[in-house]
């Protein structure tokens, strides 16, 4: 784990909630985000977009305003490999990086088995039990 000062600019400097990502990155999304942040009824959310075009920042400060815990910001990385099929031997790996609220992957890493992580990752997390964080 790197110590504070040790941190990539990126992340050093990165907004960790609405309020100081507004003006930043993607005005008109954010209130939406927001919105739905502080509601009851939450859906599922699938981020897209281009390298560099403020994904992981508006999902981390969307988190916080779920949660509003800094929890969200403590990021594990971990090298998950998962077997093609259970009669190959083969075998795709990617990095995971996880708090205790969300999973973030890059599938198209391992190129073509990008269907076999995302599927591995979702029966994963649905074979967990789950933890309600809002009582």
């Not at 990165?14 to 939406?32: K, Q, W």
């Not at 985000?33 to 009851?40: I, K, P, R, V, Y």
């Not at 075009?53 to 998950?80: M, W």
């Amino acid at each position: 784990m790197l110590q504070n000062d040790q941190r990539l600019w990126v992340e050093k400097y990165r907004p960790l909630n609405f309020t100081d990502a507004s003006g930043m990155i993607h005005e008109n999304i954010i209130p939406m985000l927001n919105g739905l942040a502080s509601s009851d009824d939450f859906p599922h959310v699938l981020l897209y977009g281009p390298s560099g075009s403020g994904k992981r920042t508006l999902t981390k400060s969307l988190l916080y305003g779920l949660y509003n815990s800094n929890a969200v910001h403590k990021i594990k990385s971990e090298q998950k490999e998962y077997k093609i099929s259970s009669t190959s031997s083969t075998t795709c790996s990617c990095t995971v990086f996880s708090s205790n609220f969300h999973l973030e992957v890059t599938p198209s890493d391992a190129d073509n088995y990008d269907h076999v992580i995302v599927s591995k990752l979702i029966k994963e997390v649905a074979s967990s039990a789950q933890l309600d964080s809002r009582q």
